[in-house]
């Protein structure tokens, strides 16, 4: 079946670590996307790829980095630099042609 | 100022009744999209129905339709029969085709909907 993977489903870590997300999708498509929910609130776009080897920052990216060096994956470092990196991650992915976004089933990151 | 406004931060319907859910848009563009996502607990978002600016038509998929005023700029999603199953938080999204999102997704904030047996 295709589909994006993210794991883990939820993480934990230390404040002062850097943490990184895994997002892999066997859609063959050409954009990915990270995207932030917090609690009560829609989602808030961090770093998006519309091609390997490029990517963009998003309305929130500082604190985060990410790499796209393979059309299929597009992990997202949450690095020691994010005030606030407790939240729902979710990735998604798009076909180039196309307008729906097909998103993953998200990761929940809780630093303590 | 936001670009996607869903005023209800929560709604009940009682099941196999119909439901509506608004949202309203702000863009100067003439060309974007609308979208209507569910997200329920589990937190994987599912995508419902799509509204081109240019279609003439109101998009319907199953029991969901979209009730697209151009000139109101609103872009409400109505679902028709409720179900238990649809008790989850809704989402409204807006891709601008040549404004400053560059093509991505903007989120409301989101409604949740609750249905009751």
């Known amino acids: 079946d295709g589909g994006i993977t993210q794991s883990p489903k939820y993480l934990f870590r230390k404040e002062g670590q850097n943490v990184t997300l895994s997002c892999e999708q066997n859609?063959?498509?050409?954009?990915m996307y990270w995207y932030r929910q917090d609690p009560g609130q829609g989602l808030r776009l961090i770093y998006y790829?519309?091609?390997?080897?490029?990517?963009q920052k998003g309305d929130i990216a500082e604190g985060y980095s990410v790499s796209r060096e393979k059309k299929e994956s597009f992990p997202l470092t949450v690095t020691s630099a994010q005030k606030n990196p407790t939240a729902f991650y979710l990735c998604?992915?798009?076909?180039?042609?196309?307008?729906?976004?097909?998103f993953g089933p998200g990761t929940r990151l809780t630093v303590t | 100022a936001q670009k996607i406004t869903q005023t209800q931060p929560g709604m009940f319907v009682q099941e196999k009744e119909a439901v509506t859910l608004d949202c309203t848009y702000d863009t100067s563009d003439q060309s974007y999209g609308l979208f209507w996502y569910k997200q329920p607990s589990s937190g994987e978002m599912i995508f419902l129905i799509y509204?081109?600016?240019?279609?003439?038509q109101n998009a319907t998929e199953g029991r969901y339709s979209l009730n697209f005023q151009k000139a109101r700029k609103s872009a409400n999603l109505v679902i028709s029969a409720s179900q238990l199953g649809d008790s989850a938080m809704y989402f409204c999204a807006m891709r601008e085709d040549y404004g400053g999102s560059q093509g991505n997704l903007i989120f409301g904030k989101g409604t949740k909907l609750s249905v009751k047996p």
């Open positions: 998604a992915s798009k076909q180039g042609s196309g307008y729906e976004q097909y």
């Open positions: 509204q081109g600016s240019y279609d003439e």
């Open positions: 859609l063959n498509h050409d954009a």
């Open positions: 790829s519309q091609i390997v080897n490029d990517f």
